[in-house]
């Protein structure tokens, strides 16, 4: 596959519990982002690695929340203790340095 | 915060009628960059523009940049119901190493 994939594309999880989101990004691809999205909202920056560099975790809502990319490739989001209000579209991207982004279909979290 | 307002927040024309939404940002950028976005899910470049041009088209598509005013608009001609969406402009800052950051968006309905 040519794009950006997730998944789940859909996770429910009970409040208290950890989730973890998969993205793989496209090949190449030096650059990998996570952003939210509520509903009818715009997205809002998560956290984001480029290449070997520190990631830039300025996005990140709270110490709840942390992301890996392992071997500068598929990256993993975790959420521990998940709460209602991170019920949300998590979106994935990748990206050549300054060029446009590719996104992923998102996965859909709903917390009860 | 957001870098990128879009305004305005909602517009709704007729099809064969012209849409345009507007994008305002704060700090200098390297690029800035229209997505769209259908349903909630999916985001899709549509274009992108570097702090040096003033103008680009692709097909029905055109955008402006006037970095003195820290502007962009998004201009599509000949709207079709098929365009209906958000639409997000996005800013990327000049030093390498940033992440793109998104507006709040600007949803389109086009009725025929």
């Known amino acids: 596959g040519a794009g950006v994939s997730q998944s789940p594309s859909n996770k429910v999880t009970e409040k208290g519990k950890d989730v973890e989101l998969r993205c793989d990004p496209i090949s190449g691809h030096t650059a990998l982002y996570w952003y939210r999205q509520s509903l009818g909202q715009g997205l809002e920056f998560l956290i984001y690695?480029?290449?070997?560099?520190?990631?830039?975790k300025s996005g990140l809502p709270s110490d709840r929340f942390s992301a890996e990319r392992t071997g500068g490739s598929v990256s993993t989001l975790t959420i521990q203790r998940t709460q209602q209000e991170d019920s949300a579209v998590y979106l994935c991207?990748?990206?050549?340095?300054?060029?446009?982004?590719?996104f992923g279909p998102g996965t859909r979290l709903t917390v009860l | 915060s957001q870098q990128g307002e879009e305004d305005p927040q909602a517009l709704s024309i007729q099809e064969g009628e012209n849409a345009t939404m507007n994008c305002s940002y704060k700090t200098s950028i390297n690029n800035l960059q229209w997505y769209r976005q259908n349903s909630g899910r999916g985001l899709v470049h549509l274009i992108l523009i570097r702090s040096n041009e003033r103008e680009k088209h692709s097909g029905r598509l055109r955008v402006t940049l006037d970095t003195s005013k820290k502007s962009s608009s998004l201009l599509i001609t000949a709207s079709r119901a098929a365009d209906t969406a958000s639409y997000f402009c996005?800013?990327?800052?000049?030093?390498?190493?940033?992440?793109?950051?998104f507006g709040k968006g600007t949803t389109l309905s086009v009725s025929s």
């Open positions: 690695f480029q290449g070997n560099s520190a990631p830039d």
């Open positions: 996005a800013t990327r800052g000049p030093q390498a190493g940033t992440a793109l950051i």
């Open positions: 991207a990748s990206s050549s340095e300054y060029n446009e982004q590719f």
